[in-house]
């Protein structure tokens, strides 16, 4: 069984450009969720996918969007770019619904730079 | 709004000494609480977990948490910190249906030999 594995491991682009961050999700897993970590703090939700339908979004403006995949793999997309956008990028996933039970299992993370 | 205050950014304790770490909650509902553990350049990765029942939780490695609802708490503990401890811990909450997780800021952990 595989775990979360996202790419790439590192990006570095400039301000105003776009951004593609890959996420696949475990075996069996349906829901992905994104948070970004900001150096020294602590991961925030960016949105979460299930069932390649978008569910439950946090405090992110609109360039911050995503997909969900018929196989689950999921792409974060970042429209933009801008210095604070600079973060580490993580990918969770679990099965059904974020819930009682269902643990959110992370990836690695993609450190992206923006200067 | 959920929110979660970790005391302390940065703890130091020796190697085989007792590790705390705390974590306060603020939640309207019944939370259920997480606590994670990152590596340096690596994801989180769960350590335990409260939803229901038994207020004492075990996780991996060693460490545990207790859920006090009195007091608005979950803090880590481990006996006996080993050096391989060494890592940022968060605490998380997340209200069912939520659908997200809230984490605190972070400690992170030295043992000194």
């Known amino acids: 069984e595989t775990g979360v594995t996202q790419s790439p491991t590192h990006l570095i682009k400039t301000r105003g450009q776009q951004v593609t961050l890959r996420c696949s999700s475990q075996?069996?897993?349906?829901?992905v969720s994104w948070y970004q970590q900001a150096l020294g703090q602590g991961p925030q939700f960016i949105f979460q996918y299930y069932r390649e339908e978008e569910n439950g979004r946090g405090n992110f403006p609109p360039r911050f969007s995503g997909l969900q995949f018929p196989n689950y793999s999921s792409e974060l997309n970042v429209n933009a770019l801008e210095l604070d956008d600079s973060a580490l990028y993580l990918c969770?996933?679990?099965?059904?619904?974020?819930?009682?039970?269902?643990?959110?299992?992370f990836g690695p993370g993609t450190r992206l730079l923006v200067l | 709004a959920q929110s979660v205050t970790q005391l302390g950014s940065h703890v130091s304790v020796s190697e085989g000494a007792l590790v705390l770490l705390r974590c306060n909650y603020s939640?309207?509902?019944?939370?259920?609480l997480f606590w994670y553990v990152q590596y340096p350049n690596q994801g989180l990765q769960l350590l335990l977990k409260y939803t229901t029942g038994a207020t004492l939780v075990k996780g991996i490695n060693g460490f545990e948490a207790e859920f006090k609802k009195s007091e608005t708490s979950f803090h880590l503990t481990k006996p006996s910190a080993h050096m391989s401890d060494a890592a940022e811990y968060f605490c998380?909450?997340?209200?069912?249906?939520?659908?997200?997780?809230?984490f605190g800021q972070g400690t992170r952990l030295t043992i000194n030999p």
């Open positions: 998380a909450v997340e209200t069912q249906g939520a659908q997200k997780l809230v």
């Open positions: 939640s309207s509902v019944p939370p259920y």
């Open positions: 969770a996933s679990s099965s059904g619904l974020a819930g009682v039970t269902e643990t959110q299992y």
């Open positions: 075996s069996g897993h349906n829901t």
